[in-house]
């Protein structure tokens, strides 16, 4: 008598211990009926477990994927072996609402999943429990890290004025490009760009006014060039732009349209009337070019005699 009264009794603090516990537990028979709801469950869906007792899970939860789920549960139930659902996988098994406050970055609750099998006194499975833990903080916290990171990268990438790659950058991915270019053949050019008389523009209209006329620069640049092209700052008011599957026409025809840009507009600094043009240096890829900066080098050469021709010129090496 005593031995069945502890029985009850340790059965009855098990059940206490299972509706407090936090995380997530149900367990659901081969049909996927719901037999057991603890408190974790009921607290975040909002259903008692007198409601969902007996029923079939995916009624409730429409979301669950069911075809996956089956999956994901074949081996639980016939191999007698655990399955694991991470939030980097699938965010959550049971769309709950976060309990953090309104400010948190996510609406849900990310869910680490453990599923595995209860097996009869014979041994046989006859039940499937669901653990169920909420990891929406270090979910939240891994995705800001990696958004961070990305930032970084980002930054560390672009140059601060213009928003264009800065020098570094730009070389790593013109080496790239070159050595793509030296197994494939395909056409390609590189454009150096200079502003003109750029030093008089500081010298009359001061330092702000002569980084509005690199900015205004880099966003013809931009505005004039495929999204495959790749352009980047590559000294104070030089830019370099890698252009693709181009040959040595077309980029005179790319080169010439921002020039011609340049000329025509006529940006204003603070009221004043800044115009500027740009000198031009075209390189088309040719196989002797074993380096990189070999290639680079033609197109200064190039910009170098655009110079020399009085500026505001394009000029092919
Ligand atoms: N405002 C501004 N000026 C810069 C920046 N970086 C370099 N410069 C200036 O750019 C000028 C470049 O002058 P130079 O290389 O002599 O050439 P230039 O006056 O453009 O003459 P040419 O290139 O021969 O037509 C220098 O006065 C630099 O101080 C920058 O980020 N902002």
């Known amino acids: 008598m005593s031995d069945d009264f502890s029985d009850i009794n340790a059965l009855h603090w098990q059940f206490d211990l299972l509706g407090s516990i936090e995380v997530g537990i149900t367990v659901l028979d081969r049909d996927f009926n719901v037999l057991v709801w603890n408190q974790f469950m009921e607290n975040n869906s909002g259903i008692l477990p007198s409601q969902i007792k007996y029923k079939n899970l995916f009624e409730f939860f429409p979301e669950i994927d069911k075809e996956w789920f089956l999956v994901k549960t074949e081996p639980v139930l016939n191999l007698k072996s655990p399955a694991f659902i991470i939030w980097e996988q699938r965010p959550y098994l049971f769309k709950f609402d976060t309990s953090r406050p309104i400010t948190s970055a996510s609406d849900f609750m990310y869910q680490n999943v453990t599923l595995f099998p209860l097996t009869s006194l014979e041994g046989v499975v006859e039940q499937i429990c669901i653990v169920v833990y909420d990891v929406t903080d270090e979910a939240l916290n891994k995705k800001g890290i990696e958004s961070l990171n990305q930032q970084l990268k980002q930054i560390s990438r672009v140059d601060g004025l213009t928003g264009v790659f800065n020098r570094r950058y730009w070389e790593e991915k013109f080496a790239l490009e070159h050595k793509r270019i030296l197994r494939n053949g395909s056409p390609a050019s590189v ?81 004043i009337d800044i115009p500027f043009t740009v000198s031009v240096g075209v390189a088309e890829f040719d196989s002797s070019y074993i380096d990189h900066m070999g290639w680079l080098e033609k197109a200064d050469q190039a910009l170098y005699t655009s110079k020399k021709a009085g500026r505001n010129k394009v000029s092919k090496f």
């Open 191 to 271: 454009l150096m760009l200079d502003i003109d008389h750029f030093k008089k523009v500081n010298d009359t209209h001061g330092h702000p006014a002569g980084d509005y006329i690199i900015k205004t620069l880099a966003s013809v640049v931009m505005q004039s060039i495929r999204e495959t092209d790749v352009a980047g700052r590559y000294g104070g008011e030089e830019f370099a732009v890698l252009l693709p599957e181009t040959n040595a026409e077309n980029s005179l025809i790319v080169a010439e349209r921002i020039r011609e840009n340049c000329e025509k507009l006529l940006p204003v600094y603070e009221g």
